[in-house]
T-cell receptor, first 114, second 112 residues
Framework: GAGVSQSPSNKVTEKGKDVELRCDPI?????LYWYRQSLGQGLEFLIY????????KSGLPSDRFSAERTGGSVSTLTIQRTQQEDSAVYLC????????????FGSGTRLTVV | SQQGEEDPQALSIQEGENATMNCSYK?????LQWYRQNSGRGLVHLIL?????REKHSGRLRVTLDTSKKSSSLLITASRAADTASYFC????????????FGGGTRVLVKP
């Protein structure tokens, strides 16, 4: 596609429920990243995928968080048993080759856990 | 603490003035990038400067990099109200790096 697409753009969920966030990267971009951003803060790295390599999951804050990337394209970030501290904007980005080029970000999913 | 830390945290200027913000980092880098974020949503890539470069220009943007001081600056000349946004620096590690580390950002307000 022309840009990185994320859905939904907003999600309100009850504490304890599971949520799935979707990211559709730019076609041909081999690297895909998930970050989250709490209100007024910087970006916190969560996970990244590069081609067929094993994903770098070092930023996932707990085992309630997981992500997959199917067919080297679309990625889904899943948060199980959501907590209020999970409330944030979840940003997805893709790039041609890891950090040698700039990232293209999606518009993010604003998650609110009530 | 974060790899990249911006200074100041917030900046308020009049339209037409220049805006300067700084970024300091701790470990060696392959490149350093600057991004803009409007309204707390997606970031837009502005400029990338490699570790062997000292200065780079793009339109009204000027970026400098001093690897000996582990610092970078972003200058926006002749600012416009549309430049109101948060600006983030991000560093790509010098070793087998694979992900950017972002700073906390500088919030810039350009008053008309």
């Amino acid at each position: 596609g022309a840009g990185v697409s994320q859905s939904p753009s907003n999600k309100v969920t009850e504490k304890g429920k599971d949520v799935e966030l979707r990211c559709d990267p730019i076609s041909g971009h081999t690297a895909l990243y998930w970050y989250r951003q709490s209100l007024g803060q910087g970006l916190e790295f969560l996970i990244y995928f590069q081609g067929n390599s094993a994903p770098d999951k070092s930023g996932l804050p707990s085992d309630r968080f997981s992500a997959e990337r199917t067919g080297g394209s679309v990625s889904t970030l899943t948060i199980q048993r959501t907590q209020q501290e999970d409330s944030a904007v979840y940003l997805c980005a893709s790039s041609l080759e890891m950090t040698a080029y700039g990232y293209t970000f999606g518009s993010g999913t604003r998650l609110t856990v009530v | 603490s974060q790899q990249g830390e911006e200074d100041p945290q917030a900046l308020s200027i009049q339209e037409g003035e220049n805006a300067t913000m700084n970024c300091s980092y701790k470990t060696s880098i392959n490149n350093l990038q600057w991004y803009r974020q409007n309204s707390g949503r997606g970031l837009v890539h502005l400029i990338l400067i490699r570790s062997n470069e000292r200065e780079k220009h793009s339109g009204r943007l000027r970026v400098t990099l001093d690897t000996s001081k582990k610092s970078s600056s972003l200058l926006i000349t002749a600012s416009r109200a549309a430049d109101t946004a948060s600006y983030f620096c991000a560093t790509a590690p010098g070793a087998a790096g694979n992900k950017l580390t972002f700073g906390g950002g500088t919030r810039v307000l350009v008053k008309p």
